[in-house]
């Protein structure tokens, strides 16, 4: 836990992780567009920001209060740094109990010093600060809440103003007075924000998680009904063996029964582990199928723990294995210089009655570093490991000899995903048009959910949708000559993912432009956790409403609780090719080029978060834009990235990116121009 204090004029925040906590104020507020961000601290830019307004009204609140410390959302969580940004989301609700004071600052509430009491107590009940989801804990879990209007001036406290408190949420007087939670049922807790609203639709039931003493990891994007139901399990389960699973059971899966027996039965055959890997090309449905298999597991042995695991990269399995430490509250798990991955093998691997399933999502790349995929997976009869991949190579390796061949939907499988996916009922003739239209799109469940998206978002008929196929692909060979001689699939823009994201495509250029742009600066960037921050708006719900467009297509997976969004490969590689045969991929990689630019840090240590999550960016965007495009920005954003890697300790990427920048600065200014010698 962060805490702020200022020190000689100076704000400064103060890392607490394994030391003892000191007293401390906490500052309740609504989030405005210029906050103070933690990154303004280090780079000394607070007083510039709209927001810095209530940080010295927190500090000198605190400090009539005899308290040097306080806690405020926006600046004490380092928000590019995921981990800790989830344990923060898990430990919130204790933070707030723990405080000595809870300043509730309402800038609606703009009353004259000299008005009345009515009107004050009008003002007051009429604040949204009481309409919204996440501040419910911030009103129940702390002892004393003490609330103030836009001028500073205090209205009163939790205890005094009790029966407006009381009146305006229906909150029972037992929970505001800091009674057992416990002594109300969950459904009455749930009621507590049943008229409260949230930004994103599933955090009207994430806010409740502190209320109903639950964790469960975020998965914005699954809808707030998934979302209940997923928190109903863990509710249910508290005497079943602990299990993360962070997407819900997917209601609208069907199919694929002979391979979900073949995983069931061999999994835990004859009462022992085993080791299985599901391989097929992307968009095939391997995670929908896993996924399918770790909800059934847990439905049907309630001793068995189930682990999802994203394996697509080092820093997403390092979050996943500290998630199962945690939940497993296995020692040293919040200990921040304690390898995880080793704890839970460790811990995994010990003799023990449970069974245990991990499923290592998107295990396309088993290197990791100086060590390999398979030193962090745990020895255990009792332990099962499901893998999914593209690479039949890396299958084989992890599970020979149970490796499942994942191939193409049968064509009533598919008719029955489409159905599940659009939402009218389909007629017996609409039913036949979607046959003919399903084997144009070769059965492929990525380009089915896409072209439902489609048919949902605009109301139309599969035929009508079919026809669309038609003219998407009547319109490509114009440009086959254009096709490179190396033939490889993601060149080929007649393909069902490419006919899908294309149709989307021209649809979304005619109702958002803004919308269609990120898109394009996405092909131009690493296809994961693309930062909201490298998207360009005018303003927070200009850039929202552009996203949320991209949602509705099912063109991007959005991930709020990180502030970014993902594409899937083929549609990443499609967009690329797509850019690219419009010659206009130069120009979007100079887009992207200028955008992570502006973003990326400096070298400081309290950098540090921000540059690794725009590293991966910006080291694609450089080694996918054009060595004549070597001066400007491009030369600026490899210096950067290159001073990141080396105070990363990353030396050998770093000297790279150094050499690259002065032999361009040798040939563009010169041996004897300070930036050459500089870069020497």
Same mark, same amino acid.
């Not at 290197?367 to 690479?391: F, K, R, W």
């Not at 254009?482 to 060149?491: A, C, N, R, S, T």
């Given at each position: 836990?962060?805490?702020?204090?200022?020190?000689?004029?100076?704000?400064?925040?103060?890392?607490?992780?394994?030391?003892?906590?000191?007293?401390?104020?906490?500052?309740?507020?609504?989030?405005?567009?210029?906050?103070?961000?933690?990154?303004?601290?280090?780079?000394?830019?607070?007083?510039?920001?709209?927001?810095?307004?209530?940080?010295?009204?927190? +500090?000198?609140?605190?400090?009539?209060?005899?308290?040097?410390?306080?806690?405020?959302?926006?600046?004490?969580?380092?928000?590019?740094?995921?981990?800790?940004?989830?344990?923060?989301?898990?430990?919130?609700? $204790?933070?707030?109990?723990?405080?000595?004071?809870?300043?509730?600052?309402? #800038?609606?509430?703009?009353?004259?010093?000299?008005?009345?009491?009515?009107?004050?107590?009008?003002?007051?009940?009429?604040?949204?600060?009481?309409?919204?989801?996440?501040? =419910?804990?911030?009103?129940?879990?702390?002892?004393?809440?003490?609330?103030?209007?836009?001028?500073?001036?205090?209205?009163?406290?939790?205890?005094?103003?009790?029966? =407006?408190?009381?009146?305006?949420?229906?909150?029972?007087?037992?929970?505001?007075?800091?009674?057992?939670?416990?002594?109300?049922?969950?459904?009455?807790?749930?009621?507590?924000?049943?008229?409260?609203?949230?930004?994103?639709?599933?955090?009207?039931?994430?806010?409740?998680?502190?209320?109903?003493?639950?964790?469960?990891?975020?998965?914005?994007?699954?809808?707030?009904?998934?979302?209940?139901?997923?928190?109903?399990?863990?509710?249910?389960?508290?005497?079943?063996?602990?299990?993360?699973?962070?997407?819900?059971?997917?209601?609208?899966?069907?199919?694929?029964?002979?391979?979900?027996?073949?995983?069931?039965?061999?999994?835990?055959?004859?009462?022992?582990?085993?080791?299985?890997?599901?391989?097929?090309? !992307?968009?095939?449905?391997?995670?929908?199928?896993?996924?399918?298999?770790?909800?059934?597991?847990?439905?049907?042995?309630?001793?068995?723990?189930?682990?999802?695991?994203?394996?697509?990269?080092?820093?997403?399995?390092?979050?996943?294995?500290?998630?199962?430490?945690?939940?497993?509250?296995? #020692?040293?798990?919040?200990?921040?210089?304690?390898?995880?991955?080793?704890?839970?093998?460790?811990?995994?691997?010990?003799?023990?009655?449970?069974?245990?399933?991990?499923?290592?999502?998107?295990?396309?790349?088993?290197?990791?570093?100086?060590?390999?995929?398979?030193?962090?997976?745990?020895?255990?009869?009792?332990?099962?490991?499901?893998?999914?991949?593209?690479?039949?190579?890396?299958?084989?390796?992890?599970?020979?000899?149970?490796?499942?061949?994942?191939?193409?939907?049968?064509?009533?499988?598919?008719?029955?995903?489409?159905?599940?996916?659009?939402?009218?009922?389909?007629?017996?003739?609409?039913?036949?048009?979607?046959?003919?239209?399903?084997?144009?799109?070769?059965?492929?469940?990525?380009?089915?959910?896409?072209?439902?998206?489609?048919?949902?978002?605009?109301?139309?008929?599969? $035929?009508?949708?079919?026809?669309?196929?038609?003219?998407?692909?009547?319109?490509?060979?114009?440009?086959?000559?254009?096709? !490179?001689?190396?033939?490889?699939?993601?060149?080929?823009?007649?393909?069902?993912?490419?006919?899908?994201?294309?149709?989307?495509?021209?649809?979304?250029?005619?109702?958002?432009?803004?919308?269609?742009?990120?898109?394009?600066?996405?092909?131009?960037?690493?296809?994961?956790?693309?930062?909201?921050?490298?998207?360009?708006?005018?303003?927070?719900?200009?850039?929202?409403?552009?996203?949320?467009?991209?949602?509705?297509?099912?063109?991007?997976?959005?991930?709020?609780?990180?502030?970014?969004?993902?594409?899937?490969?083929?549609?990443?590689?499609?967009?690329?090719?797509?850019? $690219?045969?419009?010659?206009?991929?130069?120009?979007?990689?100079?887009?992207?080029?200028?955008?992570?630019?502006?973003?990326?840090?400096?070298?400081?240590?309290?950098? $540090?978060?921000?540059?690794?999550?725009?590293? !991966?960016? +910006?080291?694609?965007?450089?080694?996918?834009?054009?060595?004549?495009?070597?001066?400007?920005?491009?030369?600026?954003?490899?210096?950067?990235?290159?001073?990141?890697?080396?105070?990363?300790?990353?030396?050998?990427?770093?000297?790279?990116?150094?050499?690259?920048?002065?032999?361009?600065?040798?040939?563009?200014?010169?041996?004897?121009?300070?930036?050459?010698?500089?870069?020497?």
């Amino acid at each position: 836990m962060r805490l702020l204090r200022f020190d000689r004029g100076r704000l400064v925040s103060t890392d607490f992780r394994g030391k003892a906590i000191p007293p401390y104020a906490i500052l309740s507020h609504r989030w405005g567009d210029s906050e103070v961000l933690f990154e303004d601290l280090a780079a000394v830019t607070y007083e510039e920001k709209a927001g810095y307004r209530k940080i010295e009204f927190c +500090a000198a609140q605190a400090a009539r209060d005899q308290l040097q410390y306080f806690w405020i959302d926006t600046c004490c969580i380092d928000k590019w740094d995921l981990r800790e940004r989830s344990k923060a989301i898990n430990s919130m609700f $204790r933070w707030y109990r723990n405080a000595a004071r809870c300043y509730v600052f309402l #800038p609606d509430v703009l009353v004259a010093a000299d008005a009345s009491r009515s009107a004050w107590d009008a003002s007051f009940c009429a604040s949204e600060w009481f309409t919204r989801g996440w501040t =419910l804990q911030e009103l129940i879990a702390p002892a004393s809440v003490e609330f103030f209007s836009y001028q500073g001036q205090r209205i009163g406290d939790k205890t005094s103003l009790e029966p =407006l408190v009381h009146k305006t949420t229906g909150i029972p007087l037992t929970a505001l007075r800091n009674g057992a939670l416990d002594e109300f049922t969950v459904d009455e807790r749930r009621d507590w924000a049943k008229n409260r609203k949230t930004t994103e639709e599933e955090d009207a039931v994430y806010c409740l998680l502190g209320i109903l003493d639950v964790v469960i990891p975020a998965a914005y994007g699954e809808g707030v009904e998934r979302a209940w139901r997923r928190l109903q399990m863990e509710l249910e389960a508290a005497g079943s063996a602990p299990s993360i699973i962070p997407f819900s059971q997917n209601e609208q899966f069907v199919g694929r029964e002979s391979q979900l027996a073949e995983l069931e039965a061999k999994l835990f055959e004859y009462s022992q582990a085993t080791t299985m890997a599901i391989v097929g090309p !992307p968009g095939t449905g391997k995670s929908q199928l896993v996924l399918e298999v770790a909800h059934r597991t847990i439905q049907r042995n309630k001793n068995c723990s189930v682990f999802w695991i994203d394996a697509s990269d080092t820093d997403s399995l390092y979050r996943s294995y500290a998630g199962i430490a945690q939940k497993l509250n296995i #020692p040293g798990w919040d200990d921040e210089k304690a390898d995880s991955r080793q704890l839970v093998k460790a811990h995994l691997s010990g003799k023990g009655e449970r069974q245990c399933l991990l499923v290592f999502d998107n295990a396309d790349d088993v290197s990791l570093g100086s060590a390999h995929l398979s030193d962090y997976v745990p020895q255990s009869e009792q332990c099962a490991t499901l893998y999914t991949t593209t690479n039949s190579d890396t299958a084989k390796k992890l599970a020979t000899p149970n490796v499942l061949q994942l191939r193409e939907m049968t064509p009533s499988m598919a008719l029955r995903v489409l159905e599940n996916h659009v939402e009218a009922s389909l007629t017996a003739t609409e039913q036949q048009e979607a046959r003919l239209l399903l084997r144009e799109l070769s059965y492929l469940p990525l380009a089915i959910v896409q072209a439902a998206a489609y048919i949902n978002t605009r109301n139309i008929t599969p $035929r009508e949708y079919r026809s669309l196929v038609a003219r998407q692909k009547e319109a490509v060979p114009e440009r086959d000559s254009e096709l !490179p001689k190396d033939g490889l699939p993601e060149h080929d823009m007649t393909g069902p993912i490419a006919t899908t994201l294309l149709i989307s495509l021209n649809q979304i250029r005619g109702d958002s432009q803004l919308a269609a742009d990120y898109l394009f600066l996405a092909a131009c960037m690493d296809r994961k956790d693309i930062p909201l921050d490298l998207l360009p708006a005018s303003s927070p719900r200009e850039r929202e409403e552009a996203v949320k467009v991209l949602s509705r297509y099912r063109l991007v997976a959005r991930r709020p609780a990180e502030s970014s969004l993902d594409l899937h490969k083929l549609v990443h590689r499609a967009l690329r090719e797509w850019l $690219r045969r419009q010659e206009r991929l130069d120009e979007w990689t100079g887009n992207a080029i200028r955008e992570l630019y502006g973003v990326f840090p400096g070298d400081n240590h309290g950098s $540090r978060s921000k540059w690794r999550r725009l590293l !991966p960016h +910006a080291k694609y965007v450089l080694s996918h834009s054009s060595a004549e495009k070597e001066g400007g920005d491009r030369l600026k954003l490899a210096q950067k990235c290159a001073m990141a890697l080396y105070n990363d300790g990353r030396w050998r990427e770093a000297e790279e990116l150094f050499v690259r920048v002065m032999e361009t600065r040798t040939r563009v200014l010169g041996d004897e121009h300070p930036d050459t010698l500089a870069s020497m």
